[in-house]
């Protein structure tokens, strides 16, 4: 009986796990590889909607400098209403370069950032130099939006980052409440982050629920994160917001 009783809490708990566990965004499995050579190549692949979905695997074999890009229409995805990225960003060491996103008086999105939004996705080993710039109302270099199930590694950024909302070196604005898991490892963001509401070194407005994760691992602010008077601030997180069953995870990060 004891060894039935045992093999059934085995099941339960095995069952228990599989209802829980979440798909790993940075799986190369049933991924489409799409390389990159050029700025041409990367704004073809990212606005493509289809392109979009979780079989994009892009990967950077250039630096991407701006400078003579001519208009482009940032964030990706924000082509009248935000089509998230779920797929790989791989930046492969590469730098991003004389990007400026300013959106300032634009009366269709006030939102600046390379991305609208990542969702489930997996992006890493990119550079945002200090040539970058982004202004706006919720501003972050990397994307407005991180919603669950979706990690960031070894990312780093020395942009100027302005959010009149919501600033973040790296993202705007978290939305982790029925959505799954976030989480940043070893990423750093050494530019300024400005804000006249909520400023974050990594990640600026945060609102979590449903048993769900944000975890920093081995990150770093060091630049200046900047407020007015009646702002919030903080070096990795600016503010957490409709909190309800809600983690945030701090390990060797600063």
Do not use: W
């Not at 990225?85 to 300032?104: C, E, K, Q």
């Not at 969702?119 to 109302?137: L, Y």
């Not at 400023?199 to 629920?209: E, F, I, Q, R």
């Amino acid at each position: 009986a004891k060894q039935m009783n045992a093999f059934l809490l085995v099941l339960l708990v095995a069952a228990t796990a599989a209802t829980v566990a979440h798909a790993d965004p940075c799986s190369l499995n049933n991924k489409m590889k799409l390389e990159v050579k050029n700025i041409d190549d990367f704004l073809y692949y990212l606005n493509s909607g289809s392109l979009f979905m979780d079989s994009a695997h892009l990967i950077l074999h250039t630096n991407l400098d701006f400078s003579k890009a001519g208009q482009i229409s940032f964030p990706l995805g924000d082509q009248g209403s935000c089509q998230p990225f779920t797929g790989i960003f791989d930046g492969n060491g590469y730098t991003i370069s004389n990007l400026t996103v300013n959106t300032t008086g634009n009366t269709e999105n006030l939102d600046g950032a390379l991305f609208c939004k990542l969702r489930g996705a997996c992006v890493r080993n990119v550079v945002f130099d200090e040539t970058c710039k982004f202004v706006g109302e919720r501003v972050g270099a990397l994307a407005v939006t991180m919603e669950g199930d979706t990690v960031v590694s070894s990312v780093v950024s020395k942009a100027y980052v302005e959010g009149s909302r919501s600033a973040g070196g790296l993202v705007a604005t978290g939305d982790f409440i029925q959505t799954g898991d976030g989480e940043f490892n070893s990423c750093t963001v050494s530019g300024t982050v400005k804000s006249t509401g909520v400023a974050g070194g990594l990640m600026g407005t945060v609102n979590g629920g449903s048993g769900a994760n944000l975890t920093f691992r081995n990150c770093m602010s060091t630049g200046l994160v900047q407020i007015e008077s009646s702002g919030k601030a903080g070096g990795l997180l600016g503010m957490l917001v409709d909190i309800n069953d809600f983690n945030v995870v701090i390990s060797e990060s600063t």
